[in-house]
């Protein structure tokens, strides 16, 4: 099993800025592939930004040059920065890890989600 927890949602007026935090834990051999989603109300869930172990990533047209993602290897953690936010930025976001657990079998597990609000 391999469990995700996230942390950092919250309130904040727009312009603003949040940082988000994901660690995994459990039976991981490696976590290759660690991202961002976020849903709105009444939309489907959208890739926010994506990030490889070697460090590649990838982000939504919408958020380029607001947010950057990273991760600590070591700690199996990926982080969301997210700068000069906006209304539409409002969403409940969820971090998604993909990779091998200790028997060297796929896995794709999903963290519980976290607020993030962005008042105009």
């Known amino acids: 099993q391999v469990r995700l927890v996230e942390s950092g949602g919250g309130l904040v007026q727009a312009g603003g800025s949040l940082r988000l935090s994901c660690a995994a834990s459990g039976v991981i051999y490696n976590a290759n592939s660690m991202g961002w989603y976020r849903q709105a109300p009444g939309k489907q869930r959208e890739l926010v930004a994506r990030i490889i172990s070697g460090g590649g990533s990838n982000y939504a047209d919408s958020v380029k040059g607001r947010f950057t993602i990273s991760r600590d290897n070591t700690k199996n953690t990926v982080y969301l920065q997210m700068n000069s936010l906006k209304p539409e930025d409002t969403a409940v976001y969820y971090c998604?890890?993909?990779?091998?657990?200790?028997?060297?079998?796929?896995?794709?597990?999903w963290g519980q989600g976290t607020q993030v609000t962005v008042s105009s």
């Open positions: 998604n890890a993909q990779g091998l657990n200790t028997n060297y079998t796929i896995f794709s597990s």
